[in-house]
């Protein structure tokens, strides 16, 4: 059965309000952090503190998830002190929603409060000085689906949330890179950091090997079936955004090799990377220095 279909464009801004009012009425903290888990990295949020947990199923508005890997609950709590909340599985185009509301958990959290978004994804390794477990900062993206048309922003422009033509330029706030390698360096992470630019594909069968020759041809170093439309939305209503892809298998260029995408290598490269990416995020959120501790 296909997930319900989206409300009119119109209307986002009353059901994500509605939704942000509900979670805010039942809890006593306001999340200035938030986390959104990739594929096999929803351990994430178990390092949270303090949690309140909400299954998507039971909050209003929300898509349920479908995908294996994402568990599907909105966990609250605290990292080092810093109040947030983290999404344990995120949406995707290809389990039939629309792209207006796999984003709308973005709106929610700026709605809440959130100052700063951090993106978890697995991707595969398009450049070829990559390595299975390797973590790519996000510098930049290819927004593939957009070529199309497909753009989180396309219909009416809620003005409530941001301006018609958001800028781009700057969509990966580039403190937070520096802060990440930072982190990185003083964890000993530097062999496994990398940083490059992320392509998102719809999915949600894996690349050919033309395509991947191609994505890489355009300057993309890691390809992925998400992310993208969270950070547009997130830039629209000024968000500050920091992205990292682990990269969970490497993308096939060769059409002699044996080696063949599979969700289950995705799976298992998170659950070996998990603890470091643990540490590292809650240090980098220990690290932002938001101005008040959330607790309102
Ligand atoms: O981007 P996340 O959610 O980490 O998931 C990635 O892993 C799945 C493929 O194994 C796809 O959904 C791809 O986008
Ligand atoms: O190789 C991949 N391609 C697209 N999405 C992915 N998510 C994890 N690995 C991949």
């Given at each position: 059965m296909l997930p319900e279909s989206n409300a009119a464009p119109g209307y986002m801004y009353d059901e994500c309000k509605a939704t942000a009012d509900w979670l805010l009425s039942q809890l006593s903290m306001r999340p200035l952090v938030g986390i959104v888990c990739g594929s096999g990295l929803g351990?994430?949020?178990?390092?949270?503190?303090n949690q309140v947990v909400f299954k998507y199923s039971d909050i209003p508005n929300f898509p349920k998830s479908t995908v294996?890997?994402?568990?599907g609950r909105l966990v609250f709590g605290t990292l080092k002190g810093t109040s947030c909340v983290c999404m344990q599985g995120r949406f995707h185009l290809y389990e039939g929603y629309p792209v207006q509301k796999i984003t709308l958990p973005i709106r929610v959290f700026n709605l809440m409060g959130v100052e700063t978004v951090i993106l978890t994804n697995a991707a595969g390794g398009?450049?070829?000085?990559?390595?299975?477990g390797d973590v790519m900062i996000i510098k930049d993206h290819i927004n593939m689906p957009g070529f199309a048309g497909i753009n989180p922003l396309a219909g009416p422009n809620e003005d409530r949330f941001g301006v018609r033509f958001p800028c781009m330029s700057d969509a990966y706030n580039r403190k937070l890179v520096r802060l990440a390698h930072e982190v990185g360096a003083e964890l000993g992470f530097d062999e496994f950091l990398r940083e490059g630019v992320y392509c998102m594909l719809g999915g949600p069968s894996f690349e050919t090997i033309a395509e991947c020759r191609m994505l890489n041809k355009l300057g993309a170093d890691a390809v992925g079936m998400s992310t993208v439309h969270e950070v547009i939305v997130a830039r629209h209503c000024g968000m500050r955004v920091f992205a990292m892809s682990l990269i969970s298998n490497r993308s096939v260029?060769?059409?002699?090799?044996e080696e063949r995408a599979n969700h289950e290598e995705v799976l298992q490269t998170g659950d070996d990377r998990a603890k470091q990416l643990e540490v590292f995020v809650a240090t980098f959120v220990s690290r932002l220095g938001h101005a008040s501790n959330g607790t309102h």
């Open positions: 351990g994430l949020a178990d390092s949270l503190k294996h890997g994402h568990a398009l450049n070829q000085d990559y390595r299975v260029m060769d059409y002699e090799s």
